[in-house]
Structure formats: structure tokens, C-alpha cells
């Protein structure tokens, strides 16, 4: 089935609306450039001029130029280090803002009785904040370590393992349907970047948000123009 667009920005593929809300379970989504308008590393380095070196390191992964997720996320917060922690509220008071349609989204997911999973590359200072806003269910992504007041430049290893990448953003969404007792086939994932495809490609339904080529390509909705509540025009 070729892609069509059903209206202006809004592409289908592979999947034949309307389709129904309630009968997906669980909704997965990416965080930075997706529920919210920043990639917060870049603003957290912009704090101390780094900007356009981790911004261009950022946008080569997004693309999937840098294939190591894991490599490119250590050189870009190895960048961090000294960064004072009061800068990441700073980040997130004035910089932070939820993409449009996020809420509206979110909020007729939980009145259709899913669960909201928050899966990031970014980082656990901002996602707690976002899950906490937006009343989102599970969060999971990096935490970054700090002493004295600043980063130190290093991730924190968790529970669940080092660096929260593709493969374990695939494990997550696999992961929780399976504490809910679901199929794969009963969640949706939406994302804009290239480790978004690996979770993508598992659930019953992918959402590429404002994406890269290559996620646009693959995904079976892609709004390119307008908010994440579009995906609602094929949800009834």
C-alpha cells in the first residue's frame, strides 16, 4: 500500500483509518523534539557555549549518520561536564515548552483507557517533569550523575542498564505490554528520530511526529504539519 495523504501534512501508510482508540492499549512516545519543542542537551550546552558541537553531533544521530546511539549520547554529555545543575531549570523553566496537541493527545489516550509510557534518549531531570505534567504513567531515560552542584559529564547506570538507546526503547514498549498482559499489536509508538525505529517497528501502530526522512519513510502515520493530536483524525 503506497502512502497517501489523507489531508494536508498528514500521510498514511500501510494501515487503513479509521481505526479505533480503544482497542490499542498502551501508547509509547519519544520526548525530546516530540511531546516537547527542544532537544534538551542542546540547551543544557548552549550554557556553556557548546551548543553547536552537540547540536550538530545530535542532529548526524537523528539522521542515523552516527549509527552508536550509546557513543554519540557519552561525547555529547562528556560535553556537559561542569555544566551547573541549576541549568537544567533553568532549561526547563524557560526554554521547555510541550509540543502542540501533546496534552489533547495524551489526555483522550488515558480517557480511552491506555496507559502512557515516556521512553527517552534525554534525560530523567526533564521527563520526570514532563511524565508528572502531563499525568503520563511510566517514564523511563538517562540520568545524568553530578557532584558538587555540576555535572560531571557522565551517564548514571540504572536498574535497567547504562543508556536508554533504540534497543532499549524497543525493550521498554515489549517490556511493559507484557506487565499488562498485551500484544505488541496493541500499542502505538511515536517518535521523530532514527533510534524511535526500533520501538516503532514493533507496535501495532507508528507515529512519525515532525521526523527525519528516514522515520517518515517508515512509519505508517506521519504528521508533518499541525500537532501530535492529528494522529486523532485516524483514531476515532
Known amino acids: ?9 498528514l500521510v498514511i501508510q500501510r494501515v487503513k483509518p479509521p481505526l479505533k482508540l480503544a482497542d490499542f492499549r498502551l501508547i509509547a512516545f519519544d520526548m525530546d523534539s516530540t511531546l516537547i519543542n527542544i532537544e534538551c542537551i542542546d540547551e543544557i550546552a548552549d550554557a556553556v557555549g557548546k551548543k553547536a558541537e552537540v547540536a550538530a ?18 561525547r555529547r554529555v562528556a560535553l556537559l ?16 515548552k510541550l509540543n502542540p496537541g501533546a496534552s489533547e493527545l495524551v489526555a483522550a489516550c488515558k480517557a ?3 496507559k502512557v509510557l515516556l521512553v527517552s534518549g ?9 511524565k508528572d505534567r502531563l499525568g ?24 535497567w542498564g547504562d543508556i536508554c538507546d533504540g534497543a532499549e526503547k524497543r525493550r521498554t514498549l515489549l517490556e511493559v ?7 505488541p499489536q496493541e500499542t502505538i509508538a511515536v517518535g521523530d528520530g ?30 508533518n504539519e499541525g500537532g501530535l493530536d492529528r494522529v486523532l483524525e485516524i483514531l476515532k
Not at 81 to 96: F, H, M, S
Open 1 to 9: 500500500m503506497s502512502a497517501t495523504e489523507i489531508s494536508p501534512g
Open 57 to 74: 553531533i545530535t542532529e548526524a544521530t537523528m539522521r542515523g549518520e552516527i549509527k552508536d546511539f550509546k557513543e554519540s549520547l557519552r
Open 81 to 96: 561536564k561542569g555544566v551547573p545543575v541549576e541549568a537544567l531549570q533553568q532549561v526547563y523553566d524557560q526554554r521547555l
Open 112 to 114: 480511552a483507557g491506555l
Open 122 to 130: 534525554g534525560f530523567t531531570f526533564f521527563a520526570n517533569r514532563v
Open 136 to 159: 503520563i504513567d511510566f517514564a523511563r531515560s538517562n540520568l545524568l550523575d553530578e557532584a558538587d552542584g555540576k555535572l560531571t559529564g557522565e551517564v548514571v547506570t540504572q536498574s
Open 177 to 183: 505490554a507484557s506487565l499488562m498482559g498485551i500484544s
Open 194 to 223: 532514527a533510534n524511535d525505529l526500533p520501538m516503532m517497528g514493533e507496535a501495532g501502530l507508528s507515529v512519525a511526529y515532525h521526523a527525519k526522512p528516514k522515520v517518515r519513510e517508515q512509519a505508517m502515520v506521519a504528521i
